[in-house]
């Protein structure tokens, strides 16, 4: 066995500080189809961590199905029935879905958020730095994502805290300060049969439910309208199980990992310095630069897919039903793809990160807002700041799923 062989990415204590660059940097050079224990009842799985290998995986789903479940939780089939979305679906079915969704989240749609987006930014952040020292994530990087998505679902302005908290108590399913039942304790099989098996979800649901009664025949145009006035290109309408699924992915996908990716760049800049300096000087580029702080946070680890027959990749033979873990943070810093990887370069010109994906059915649909968020959010931002420092200790999510801050301490002198 190669000196790799006991290092797991299903030990969370690798990402208690964030995330653990330096093991992904070893696994590409020494193990790059790298088998990971885990604890029964799990199985273990492959990481893969080299851009190529996990462009090929992500282009190729009949191979490696996304419909065996995308988290590192192994489902049954009564589990799979109950808590498929979008993301857990593939072919005709997952392209269906998509259309339903897609016409409000590219370029020319989300390009008509610009103007609400300038006043939102300004109001958050003039909010935030009237207090000259404040938590970043609370007052800024949680505040502006969520009304976003407020706005999105045109559901009232004070549900953005309790969105939030659902957020917050699903996606840390591993975090013992945001988990109602954390995912491997044995009290979380009362919840088996819904997302994260968390109570949380329970409560989504109710949400979306009341929503979708209120909006049912009606000519709305926002997502939880499309939902349930729209019959899918397949002309399979979608179950009551569908459109809770569905809703809850919305509600997740559309706030954790842009706040994220907002708190990882402040950080990112405040640590270079140089980085923050030039776009002051040069804002025009701004735009570009937000493919590098797309880059080098790396808001989502992975997104599990499952071997469908026998299989080799990159010489190792992965058998049918094996768990394969494209890791996307690892393929960030590919240094043969980019140069010095972990240097944050806001002009690095190519930037062909795979933060969205890269490729394949399962590229991130909300990639054209997520960019129009971070540009506006940050030309605002930098524009207004002399330095910006971190004024504490930056706090971590718990988790190998989604590379989070839950806060982070800082202090702005303004110019």
């Known amino acids: 066995m190669n000196s790799m062989s006991s290092v797991s990415l299903a030990d969370l204590d690798l990402f208690e500080g964030g995330a653990p660059w330096k093991v992904f940097e070893d696994l590409r050079k020494n193990s790059p189809i790298h088998w990971n224990e885990e604890e029964a009842p799990n199985s273990g799985f492959y990481s893969v961590t080299r851009y190529h290998d996990i462009v090929k995986v992500l282009r190729d789903p009949e191979t490696f199905t996304s419909e065996r479940f995308t988290n590192l939780e192994e489902v049954d089939a009564e589990q799979e029935e109950a808590r498929r979305s979008l993301l857990e679906t593939d072919g005709s079915r997952h392209r269906a879905l998509r259309r339903l969704l897609q016409g409000e989240f590219t370029p020319q749609a989300v390009a008509r958020y610009a103007t609400f987006l300038r006043g939102l930014t300004a109001t958050t952040l003039d909010n935030a730095f009237a207090k000259g020292s404040f938590d970043f994530v609370e007052?800024?990087?949680?505040?502006f994502p969520i009304n976003v998505l407020v706005r999105l679902l045109d559901v009232p302005q004070e549900d953005a805290g309790q969105l939030i908290d659902w957020g917050n108590r699903m996606i840390g399913?591993?975090?013992?300060?945001?988990?109602?039942?954390l995912i491997n304790d044995p009290e979380s099989e009362k919840y088996r049969l819904v997302p994260f098996k968390s109570p949380a979800a329970l409560e989504v649901f109710e949400y979306g439910d009341a929503l979708a009664r209120e909006r049912k025949g009606k000519d709305g145009t926002d997502l939880i309208s499309r939902l349930?006035?729209?019959m899918p290109s397949d002309g399979v309408p979608l179950?009551?199980?569908?459109?809770?699924?569905?809703?809850?992915l919305l509600v997740v996908a559309g706030n954790e990992t842009t706040r994220h990716t907002i708190s990882h760049t402040m950080n990112n800049l405040i640590q270079n310095p140089d980085q923050l300096r030039f776009l002051q000087e040069n804002p025009d580029k701004i735009e570009w630069a937000v493919e590098e702080f797309l880059r080098f946070a790396s808001p989502v680890y992975h997104f599990r897919r499952t071997a469908t027959k026998d299989v080799e990749l990159n010489g190792v033979q992965i058998k049918t039903g094996q768990k394969v873990v494209p890791w996307f943070a690892s393929g960030n810093r590919d240094e043969t793809i980019f140069e010095n990887p972990n240097r944050m370069d806001v002009t690095r010109n190519p930037n062909e990160h795979m933060t969205f994906g890269r490729g394949g059915p399962h590229m991130c649909l909300g990639?054209?807002?997520?960019?129009?968020?971070?540009?506006i959010m940050f030309e605002d931002l930098i524009q207004r700041v002399d330095s910006v420092e971190v004024d504490g200790e930056i706090d971590y999510l718990r988790s190998n799923f989604v590379h989070g801050i839950k806060r982070m301490p800082v202090k702005v002198n303004l110019r």
């Open 239 to 248: 179950t009551d199980r569908d459109f809770h699924t569905n809703f809850l």
């Open 173 to 181: 399913f591993d975090d013992p300060e945001h988990a109602d039942v």
């Open 139 to 143: 007052e800024v990087a949680s505040d």
């Open 228 to 230: 349930v006035n729209t």
């Open 367 to 375: 990639n054209a807002l997520a960019r129009i968020e971070l540009k």
